[in-house]
């Protein structure tokens, strides 16, 4: 259910591919800016509510897996960056805290080991939970996500970065010793820097600058007297992870089948959350740069990877949309980035340089991610319809998708914004091809059949073609369609006399739709208003399959000219015609013989051969010289023009009192077109030679033969411009 988008890219739409070291370290700079601070809070959502203790060593873990999870993805077929993510945290934080509850029931005291066991082993399963989902190719799925559901992701990270950083701010203030003015201060230069860089220094890694300049406010403001609350100034110090003993789960007495449940139970609620940020990070990625939207599975080397870090006590590591596009501004997502990401994290990990970092500038950081991500398209759109401007309905539709997939994200989390946006979408598109199965409804007086026909048949079409509907089908028609369907079909009913039914714009029906066809067949049938119907076999062979027409023995045509041309007959039939009565004489066939007397008229009529062509034969070639002009007595026949694939395109039927070949005839020029018999074909044929003898003996004859002939074709140009006219008058 991919669409057209009014949104900007998710990123600068010029991101360079670049795969040099350069760029790639000023990539992984700029990205790790935001990964190891967003990290850092994750950890201390998990570890600092049920195992406090162990919170420096899980900081460490964190950013050791970091490195070991980049260094592996680079094997991937699409990277992407790795972080440990405040969705994942806060639920297995919950998950293990409802599960503490338990623990003493299954023989486990309720210890902060025994938690941290927990976590390690919940996050560690939740690792195999995403790989296996990985190779049942279930990141698939992520394809049929509409394209404003990511412009609403992208719109919901910002605004919880805002949220959580100005909380985080006001925190700051409220630390004995701190100022109001010293948090602004850090924090509000670190978000104008990264502003400034981004828009004048494009090529600068805009996070990272601002984020070296607020270090280096901080520690001035420190020198000067001023308490700034630095990343290491609690109980954060980096050591060396160590990993938790599990032998607090073999234990004598421990109910291993309900722990066990337990734990899987709850790895596969945070596996899927992981595998499923990691699949959009994937796809969000693929429509910034048109790189596949992911592996055939989750490589080996990058599941082990998040086993072990796991293990060592790491956050849950999931794909990052954020960290990834951040990077991909500098360069290509290939192994140099990668590698640069893998040595950054392992220095912050063991050289105790976020112990300088203040908080405050950690914050300003994140705001001016958040600043970065906004959607800048869909804000122009939420602008315009608070202004009242006119919206289009498919800019309606987007903004009420990005609104509501970006309000779920941040009340609830990312997963149900999944559901929400695929859900909304599929309602809109119902509703959208619910409210207009017919994409249009013409008259006879708006198209016609390009069927040659005399003066006094165009002159009924004219005066009864109002009579005649075409229906205009398209989409995909489905259960939401059919109450609209059977009104239209109602309404064109009760003012046609013949109804063509167009289904070549149609990819897809259900039962529910071939069900209201045969009710609308009854319904015309009591009417006596008969439907021609357009075969979709060539355009779409389910619908023509599902549909069944030539079995239940409805009128079909091959294409819509040949439903048009039966239709039309149809409206001769009602109304009679001046050529209706069946005859094979050229007099009271064609209308060549106007304003002539009986002596021209057998003169003329003497001159033309009759001849014979069965149903199938090849009346004219194309390519052919033409030495003469045909006049159909009695059947039709069809004009056909080479066509792709070897294949001919029928231009026009003609059928009884038609010429043939007229204009070839007069300039000379070899035939254009091939004309075949439809059915039993009857014409009159007069050949050059006894028109070159006509002119000699006859030339008032003649001279009346070619004014009539052009009489004709200025009343089906006319025809045409009538047409054209009352179709353009009818938009």
Same mark, same amino acid.
């Given at each position: 259910?991919?669409?057209?988008? #009014?949104?900007?890219?998710?990123?600068?739409?010029?991101?360079?591919?670049?795969?040099?070291?350069?760029?790639?370290?000023?990539?992984?700079?700029?990205?790790?800016?935001?990964?190891?601070?967003?990290?850092?809070?994750? /950890? /201390?959502?998990?570890?600092?509510?049920?195992?406090?203790?162990?919170?420096?060593?899980?900081?460490?873990?964190?950013?050791?897996?970091?490195?070991?999870?980049?260094?592996?993805?680079?094997?991937?077929?699409?990277?992407?960056?790795?972080?440990?993510?405040?969705?994942?945290?806060?639920?297995?934080?919950?998950?293990?805290?409802?599960?503490?509850?338990?623990?003493?029931?299954?023989?486990?005291?309720?210890?902060?080991?025994?938690?941290?066991?927990?976590?390690?082993?919940?996050?560690?399963?939740?690792?195999?939970?995403?790989?296996?989902?990985?190779?049942?190719?279930?990141?698939? +799925?992520?394809?049929?996500?509409?394209?404003?559901?990511?412009?609403?992701?992208?719109?919901?990270?910002?605004?919880?970065?805002?949220?959580?950083? #100005?909380?985080?701010?006001?925190?700051?203030?409220?630390?004995?010793?701190?100022?109001?003015?010293?948090?602004?201060?850090?924090?509000?230069?670190? +978000?104008?820097?990264?502003?400034?860089?981004?828009?004048?220094?494009?090529?600068?890694? !805009?996070?990272?600058?601002?984020?070296?300049?607020?270090?280096?406010?901080?520690?001035?403001?420190?020198?000067?007297?001023?308490?700034?609350?630095?990343?290491?100034?609690?109980?954060?110090?980096?050591?060396?992870?160590?990993?938790?003993?599990?032998?607090?789960?073999?234990?004598?007495?421990?109910?291993?089948?309900?722990?066990?449940?337990?734990?899987?139970?709850?790895?596969?609620?945070?596996?899927?959350?992981?595998?499923?940020?990691?699949?959009?990070?994937?796809?969000?990625?693929?429509?910034?740069?048109?790189?596949?939207?992911?592996?055939?599975?989750?490589?080996?080397?990058?599941?082990?990877?998040?086993?072990?870090?796991?293990?060592?006590?790491?956050?849950?590591?999931?794909?990052?949309?954020?960290?990834?596009? /951040?990077?991909?501004?500098?360069?290509?997502?290939?192994?140099?980035?990668?590698?640069?990401?893998?040595?950054?994290?392992?220095?912050?990990?063991?050289?105790?340089?976020?112990?300088?970092?203040?908080?405050?500038?950690?914050?300003?950081?994140?705001?001016?991610?958040?600043?970065?991500?906004?959607?800048?398209?869909?804000?122009?759109?939420?602008?315009?319809?608070?202004?009242?401007?006119?919206?289009?309905?498919?800019?309606?539709?987007?903004?009420?998708?990005?609104?509501?997939?970006?309000?779920?994200?941040?009340?609830?989390?990312?997963?149900?914004? /999944?559901?929400?946006? +695929?859900?909304?979408?599929?309602?809109?598109?119902?509703?959208?091809? !619910?409210?207009?199965?017919?994409?249009?409804?013409?008259?006879?007086?708006?198209?016609?059949?390009?069927?040659?026909?005399?003066?006094?048949?165009?002159?009924?079409?004219?005066?009864?073609?109002?009579?005649?509907?075409?229906?205009?089908?398209?989409?995909?028609?489905?259960?939401?369609?059919?109450?609209?369907?059977?009104?239209? +079909?109602?309404?064109?009913?009760?003012?046609?006399?013949?109804?063509?039914?167009?289904?070549?714009?149609?990819?897809?029906?259900?039962?529910?739709?071939?069900?209201?066809?045969?009710?609308?067949?009854?319904?015309?049938?009591?009417?006596?208003?008969?439907?021609?119907?357009?075969?979709?076999?060539?355009?779409?062979?389910?619908?023509?399959?599902?549909?069944?027409?030539?079995?239940?023995?409805?009128?079909?045509?091959?294409?819509?000219?040949?439903?048009?041309?039966?239709?039309?007959?149809?409206?001769?039939?009602?109304?009679?015609?001046? #050529?209706?009565?069946?005859?094979?004489?050229?007099?009271?066939?064609?209308?060549?013989?106007?304003?002539?007397?009986?002596?021209?008229?057998?003169?003329?009529?003497?001159?033309?051969?009759?001849?014979?062509?069965?149903?199938?034969?090849?009346?004219?070639?194309?390519?052919?010289?033409?030495?003469?002009?045909?006049?159909?007595?009695?059947?039709?026949?069809?004009?056909?023009?080479?066509?792709?694939?070897?294949?001919?395109?029928?231009?026009?039927?003609?059928?009884?009192?038609?010429?043939?070949?007229?204009?070839?005839?007069?300039?000379?020029?070899?035939?254009?077109?091939?004309?075949?018999?439809?059915?039993?074909?009857?014409?009159?044929?007069?050949?050059?030679?006894?028109?070159?003898?006509?002119?000699?003996?006859?030339?008032?004859?003649?001279?009346?033969?070619?004014?009539?002939?052009?009489?004709?074709?200025?009343?089906?140009?006319?025809? #045409?411009?009538?047409?054209?006219?009352?179709?353009?008058?009818?938009?």
């Amino acid at each position: 259910m991919r669409q057209a988008s #009014t949104f900007t890219p998710l990123e600068d739409a010029s991101t360079s591919q670049a795969t040099g070291w350069g760029r790639s370290l000023l990539g992984a700079l700029d990205a790790s800016a935001f990964t190891i601070p967003l990290s850092l809070g994750a /950890v /201390v959502v998990i570890f600092g509510r049920h195992a406090p203790g162990m919170l420096s060593g899980a900081l460490a873990a964190t950013l050791i897996g970091l490195a070991l999870v980049q260094l592996a993805a680079i094997r991937s077929h699409r990277p992407v960056l790795y972080s440990a993510r405040f969705l994942e945290a806060t639920t297995l934080a919950a998950l293990v805290g409802h599960m503490a509850l338990q623990l003493p029931s299954w023989g486990v005291p309720d210890t902060p080991e025994a938690r941290a066991a927990a976590i390690k082993a919940t996050t560690a399963t939740a690792a195999i939970v995403m790989a296996a989902l990985y190779l049942a190719r279930a990141d698939r +799925f992520t394809r049929y996500i509409p394209t404003p559901v990511f412009a609403g992701f992208s719109n919901s990270i910002a605004v919880s970065l805002i949220i959580s950083e #100005t909380i985080a701010l006001h925190g700051l203030q409220q630390v004995p010793g701190s100022t109001a003015w010293g948090v602004a201060v850090v924090a509000g230069t670190v +978000f104008a820097v990264g502003v400034a860089v981004r828009h004048w220094l494009r090529r600068w890694p !805009a996070t990272a600058t601002g984020l070296v300049v607020g270090v280096v406010i901080g520690e001035l403001l420190g020198r000067a007297g001023e308490h700034v609350t630095m990343v290491g100034s609690s109980d954060l110090n980096v050591r060396t992870a160590a990993v938790t003993d599990f032998l607090v789960f073999a234990a004598p007495g421990i109910d291993w089948m309900s722990l066990s449940g337990a734990l899987v139970g709850q790895a596969a609620i945070l596996g899927t959350i992981m595998f499923l940020n990691s699949a959009m990070t994937a796809q969000m990625l693929s429509q910034q740069d048109d790189r596949p939207a992911g592996p055939r599975g989750l490589p080996l080397a990058t599941a082990s990877a998040s086993v072990v870090a796991a293990l060592l006590g790491s956050a849950p590591l999931s794909g990052s949309a954020q960290s990834s596009m /951040v990077a991909s501004r500098h360069a290509r997502l290939a192994a140099p980035l990668m590698v640069c990401m893998t040595a950054i994290a392992l220095v912050v990990a063991f050289s105790g340089a976020l112990g300088h970092v203040p908080i405050a500038a950690i914050a300003g950081a994140l705001l001016c991610e958040a600043w970065f991500m906004v959607d800048r398209g869909s804000v122009q759109l939420l602008r315009r319809w608070l202004r009242r401007d006119p919206l289009r309905p498919l800019e309606r539709e987007n903004l009420a998708l990005v609104a509501a997939v970006t309000a779920t994200a941040v009340m609830l989390n990312i997963v149900a914004a /999944v559901v929400v946006g +695929f859900l909304l979408g599929l309602l809109l598109f119902a509703v959208r091809n !619910a409210g207009r199965p017919a994409r249009a409804v013409l008259t006879g007086a708006q198209v016609s059949s390009n069927c040659a026909r005399p003066r006094a048949d165009l002159q009924q079409l004219a005066r009864h073609g109002h009579e005649l509907r075409v229906v205009e089908l398209a989409g995909d028609l489905f259960f939401v369609a059919v109450s609209s369907l059977e009104s239209q +079909f109602r309404a064109v009913l009760g003012e046609a006399r013949c109804i063509v039914v167009d289904w070549t714009g149609v990819r897809h029906v259900d039962t529910s739709v071939v069900a209201t066809i045969d009710k609308i067949e009854r319904l015309a049938d009591l009417s006596m208003v008969p439907l021609f119907h357009v075969d979709p076999a060539r355009t779409a062979p389910e619908v023509a399959a599902a549909l069944q027409l030539h079995s239940r023995g409805a009128h079909v045509a091959e294409d819509l000219d040949r439903a048009l041309e039966q239709a039309e007959n149809h409206l001769l039939q009602l109304y009679g015609s001046d #050529t209706e009565a069946p005859s094979t004489t050229v007099l009271d066939a064609v209308s060549i013989f106007r304003d002539m007397d009986d002596h021209e008229r057998q003169a003329l009529e003497a001159a033309m051969e009759q001849r014979l062509f069965r149903a199938g034969d090849v009346v004219i070639e194309a390519g052919s010289a033409s030495h003469e002009l045909m006049v159909v007595l009695q059947g039709s026949a069809s004009v056909i023009v080479p066509g792709p694939h070897q294949r001919g395109v029928r231009l026009a039927g003609v059928r009884r009192g038609a010429v043939i070949g007229e204009l070839a005839f007069l300039d000379r020029a070899t035939r254009s077109a091939t004309v075949l018999a439809e059915e039993d074909l009857a014409v009159a044929v007069l050949t050059r030679d006894r028109f070159d003898r006509l002119s000699h003996e006859a030339p008032q004859l003649v001279q009346k033969l070619l004014s009539n002939l052009a009489i004709d074709l200025a009343a089906r140009l006319r025809h #045409t411009n009538r047409l054209a006219s009352e179709r353009q008058a009818g938009r």
